[in-house]
């Protein structure tokens, strides 16, 4: 039988300790709402964007705002969740593989850029 590495075991047993709590419960249902809410939503990059499926466009912070005032979640859940959507759930339809390093080029500059205005 292989043995995993001490590292791993430590990982996942404070993971699943961390899932278990109240802070990770709260994490879990942020996540789930957040991809729920962006369900049918799609960007505009170009003004980094998320166009909501009711036509809104929205910054993240708009974003974040407007889950909040639907949920009362916390604040910080729901903008690391949308990043999450953004950096791996949302995926363009009908780009080629160029196209495509292209989007999450642009992806990752919206992420940096965000982030460092936050820093601010």
């Known amino acids: 039988m292989k043995r995993i590495p001490e590292a791993e075991n430590d990982f996942v047993e404070g993971f699943s300790k961390w899932l278990e709590s109240e802070d990770g419960q709260h994490s879990m249902e ?10 049918g939503a799609d960007l505009d990059i170009a003004r980094r964007k998320i166009v909501w499926a009711d036509g809104q466009k929205l910054t993240i912070d ?3 705002k407007k889950i909040y005032k639907q949920t009362g979640m916390n604040v910080e859940a729901i903008r690391s969740h949308i990043i999450g ?3 791996m759930e949302y995926e363009p339809k009908g780009l080629d593989d160029e196209q495509m390093e292209l989007f999450e080029s642009q992806i990752n500059a919206w992420i940096n850029e965000y982030g460092n ?3 601010k």
Request: glycine share 0%; hydrophobic share 60%.
């Open 30 to 39: 942020a996540v789930d709402y957040v991809f729920e809410a962006l369900k």
């Open 62 to 64: 708009q974003s974040v």
């Open 85 to 87: 959507w953004l950096e």
């Open 117 to 119: 205005s936050l820093i």
